[in-house]
């Protein structure tokens, strides 16, 4: 930085001072005699008069544009600033003030001629005027014209720097645009025909380089030390804290870390790294036990009966066969599990699997409710669809009579829409568990709603990656009904009852049963376990599928397991418009549509591409004696089941990964 | 991974569902150090491991001082035995991108594909269907090499270019820090770069040519199909 000029000059008694110290005090001179500022000469009375006309609309403004101005540790800064103000229209108070607060220390020439260097200063507050107020910078614009002739006529004192002003002010709507104006020397020629400037000495060419060298952007951001300490002097003088100095240190900390740049690395970590703490700290509620209070009964309870299964021995059964998450996250599903069982009324639970998605997964847990523990949601879902249905009935009547009255009307289209598959009832055929879900083990578990035929339908139709967002919109085409959530729960619905297996002869049907033709109709729904199952050995689980068997129901066409006849109306719409719907009956018959009854074993699942759609492995052919059974779904990749022959085992679809690749529907 | 640090690796992979036996993990340790020792490579890399109808495919990369230079790739079916996979041609990716389906795990296997090629005899012009045969080898190769060229990632930092020419692994290098690994600009391709000089003179200007010196992750447009 140049050295500041060492004579005073008392024609001018500019203020200015590259100290920080001067500054300082400077600021504070400036701040205590802001608020009662008086204009000193008599010279300045007229402007203040013009000023203080319009001051009353854009007082915040001003305050802003004066905080500014004081801002500068330059005085041609200062000057430029001088004069906004004077846009702002309260130039009057602030010259006086700043003039007599500051020792003459500078000439004023030098800055004229870094006239030009200056000018980005004021593009950048004029840039930020803009943005801040548009409408405010009109109306300096405006209050611009009025005082610039009282300006270049009454202060001789400060002549340069008013034509310097002036010519910046005629090139005002052009400053925030084109910053290579500014910098051209062109200005200066401009100024230079009715001034008599001194050529420019050695000292000047110091202090250009000096205020270049401050307008310099740093290399870490955009900001430059100029700027910064507009910024900071602006805070300042918007808080006006009590002895500013002594807390000068952390206010430009402050300012700072206001600026929206990155800064300080040591400042920039704290704010990151708390996004791990605070998973940390939800995961560490995890692994409390419930309730200090209670006493040695509970854990005898616990450890009696719990719906939670043994994640830990799934987990490393998975891990033998090559699939898996490492053990602590499992872990951390086990006790995220737990809590689920605490927290709702859950007879069973299963881990179900992950599915990973974009920027997040999910991980879902199947459970199935105690009895009687139905939810309030449902009832108003019926609520829904009933009010549904009653409209849709009363367009048909509406319909007719319109026919009747006038010949005119546009015709009616005759296509009805399909009739809506109503939804399986829960605890039955595709809803037969509930799904909840969470993004991390940690998270609260959210219940994904029971799904629609209409939805499974859809879901076959596109294929899309989850997001991780339970609420994202599923954008696609065919459209499909419903938000991510619901894309979830019939994906999750097509995966369970495509890729749950069991060794054969570990599920059998009950002995009791209803009557054969319901039967026949709808299918065996229920089974259980099998007491006499001894196991199948290994080797031959591996060697043919047939030793498998689903024990999920098959997904129709339709979207339900069991089969609906849609043309069947209720009673409520075969009131209303009976003649009609006759008529359609004759000519659409819908056949039933009928899938693989339960218990059907894998052979006979249809192919892929020539390929059978299953994959058996031992899990180590070194030690073929207590490997386990691997089989892999080639239609969802992800989805893996084991088992140990003579260990009651059963076996678990652990779905991995999303679905994708190339696929047939199920 | 690297073979010295593959089980670390693998832990912090397992995010996905996808890990490997303690048997395998094992015999990968043991075979890698042998690879390394007969091949001479200054890094062995795991790869991955490719599914098969009938068996597996695990794959294995070898480098060596040079990090850019075109590296060998081993395959094996047992973690145990390694072999040699040819390089990757053009001729083989047109060749292999008209089979689809799933590999069967038999590295002899031949997948038949019916062409119609148009045949000249004297002034006719007709087409005769021909048999095409390719090998699992083949497909096996040129789906490494594609795989590869799409997401082969590696950190900006990681690698830096001596003047001479040679990219040589960042002994300095310590990871990224969490705002920079939130930024796709902080990951390039580990494969000879094609955007490069694509760029502009001002975006060349900021980029540092000792580390900055293959394609980043950040201007990728995935190729959509209808």
């Not at chain 1, 999910?362 to 019926?382: I, N, S």
């Not at chain 1, 999750?492 to 495509?498: E, G, K, L, P, V």
Request: proline share 8%; hydrophobic share 35%.
């Amino acid at each position: 930085m140049g050295d500041p000029p060492p004579a005073p000059d008392p024609s001018a008694p500019q203020p200015s001072s590259r100290r920080s110290s001067q500054v300082s005090e400077q600021r504070s001179q400036e701040r205590a005699q802001l608020p009662p500022a008086v204009p000193d000469g008599v010279q300045q009375m007229p402007l203040d008069a013009q000023v203080l006309r319009s001051s009353q609309e854009i007082l915040e403004s001003q305050a802003n544009l004066q905080s500014w101005s004081q801002g500068a540790s330059l005085s041609p800064y200062e000057q430029l600033a001088m004069f906004q103000a004077e846009e702002a229209q309260l130039g009057g108070m602030e010259y006086p003030s700043l003039n007599t607060g500051f020792p003459s220390e500078f000439l004023p020439q030098p800055y004229l001629d870094g006239g030009g260097i200056q000018v980005p200063g004021n593009a950048s507050l004029m840039q930020q005027l803009q943005h801040g107020r548009g409408n405010v910078f009109q109306e300096l614009e405006s209050a611009y014209q009025e005082p610039r002739p009282d300006l270049l006529g009454q202060f001789s004192m400060y002549q340069r720097e008013d034509l310097q002003f002036s010519a910046s002010a005629q090139h005002g709507p052009y400053m925030s645009d084109d910053p290579a104006l500014q910098f051209s020397p062109s200005e200066l020629g401009f100024m230079s025909f009715s001034m008599q400037v001194p050529e420019p000495e050695p000292r000047e060419l110091a202090v250009q380089n000096a205020k270049a060298y401050l307008l310099q952007t740093s290399v870490n951001c955009n900001l430059s030390l100029y700027e910064h300490l507009v910024n900071l002097l602006t805070k300042i003088l918007n808080q006006r804290p009590e002895d500013p100095l002594s807390i000068l240190e952390s206010l430009n900390r402050t300012a700072q870390w206001e600026w929206f740049h990155p800064k300080l690395d040591t400042l920039r970590d704290d704010p990151e790294m708390q996004l791990t703490y605070e998973m940390a700290e939800r995961q560490k509620a995890l692994f409390v036990r419930g309730g200090s209070g209670e006493g040695e009964q509970d854990m005898e309870e616990e450890v009696t009966e719990t719906a939670v299964p043994n994640i830990m021995e799934t987990a490393f059964y998975f891990e033998q066969a090559g699939v898996g998450l490492s053990s602590d996250e499992s872990f951390r599903i086990f006790v995220a599990l737990k809590q689920l069982v605490e927290q709702q009324p859950i007879r069973t639970c299963r881990f179900w699997g992950k599915i990973l998605g974009l920027s997040g997964s999910y991980l879902v847990a199947e459970v199935e409710f105690r009895e009687g523990e139905e939810e309030v949601e449902e009832e108003e879902v019926e609520e829904l669809t009933e009010g549904g249905e009653a409209t849709e009935a009363h367009g048909e009547e509406e319909g007719e009579e319109d026919e009747e009255k006038v010949t005119d009307v546009i015709p009616k289209p005759t296509w009805k829409p399909p009739p809506v598959i109503p939804k399986e009832e829960s605890r039955s055929g595709t809803n037969k568990f509930l799904y909840f879900v969470c993004n991390e083990p940690g998270r609260p578990w959210t219940r994904l709603p029971h799904v629609t035929p209409a939805q499974i339908v859809h879901a076959r139709k596109i294929k899309k990656f989850f997001t991780g967002r339970l609420d994202a919109p599923v954008i696609s085409y065919p459209p499909f009904p419903g938000n991510e959530a619901n894309y979830l729960r019939a994906q999750i619905a097509r995966i369970s009852a495509a890729t749950h297996i069991s060794p054969l002869g570990f599920y059998q049907f009950g002995e009791e049963e209803g009557d054969e033709e319901e039967e026949g109709r709808a299918g065996r729904d229920t089974y259980e376990e099998n007491a006499d199952f001894e196991g199948i050995p290994v080797l031959e689980l591996v060697d043919s599928l047939a030793n498998w068997v689903h024990h999920r129901q098959h997904i129709l066409p339709q979207g339900r397991c069991t089969w609906v006849n849609p043309l069947q109306k209720t009673e409520e719409e075969e009131e209303l418009g009976e003649e009609e719907e006759k008529a359609d009956e004759g000519v659409e018959e819908v056949e039933q549509e009928i899938g693989p009854p339960l218990l059907t074993p894998l052979s006979e699942d249809a192919e892929i591409l020539h390929t059978s759609p299953w994959t058996t492995r031992l899990s180590c052919s070194l030690c073929p004696q207590y490997s386990v059974a691997v089989v892999r779904s080639n239609l969802w990749p992800g989805a893996y089941a084991y088992a140990i022959g003579k260990m009651n085992l059963r076996c678990i679809g652990y779905d991995g990964a999303q679905p994708g690749c190339d696929f047939m529907s199920s | 991974m690297d073979a010295e640090s593959l089980l670390l690796s693998l832990e912090l992979a397992s995010g996905s569902g996808q890990g490997l036996s303690p048997d395998r993990r094992a015999s990968l340790l043991t075979s890698l150090m042998l690879v390394k020792r007969d091949y001479r490579y200054d890094r062995v890399l795991f790869w991955g491991r490719i599914l098969g109808l009938v068996a597996d495919y695990y794959i294995a990369q070898g480098l060596s001082e040079d990090q850019l230079a075109p590296r060998k790739t081993l395959y094996s079916l047992n973690c145990m035995e390694w072999s040699l996979l040819p390089p990757a041609t053009d001729e083989m990716m047109v060749q292999t991108s008209v089979v689809k389906g799933r590999f069967t795990g038999d590295p002899s296997h031949e997948y038949e594909h019916t062409e119609l090629q148009k045949v000249n005899d004297g002034e006719k012009v007709f087409e005769e269907e021909v048999v095409v045969q390719i090998k699992e080898e083949t497909r096996l190769v040129s789906i490494i090499d594609q795989i590869d060229k799409a997401v082969s990632v590696i950190p900006r930092g990681a690698l830096f270019k001596t003047p001479f020419g040679p990219v040589h692994v960042n002994r300095t290098f310590e990871g990224l820090s969490l705002s920079q690994a939130k930024k796709l600009s902080s990951y390039f391709h580990f494969r000879e770069p094609v955007e490069l000089k694509n760029k502009t003179l001002l975006e060349k200007a900021d980029l540092d040519p000792s580390l900055d010196f293959l394609d980043s992750l950040e201007h990728d447009i995935p190729k959509v199909e209808p």
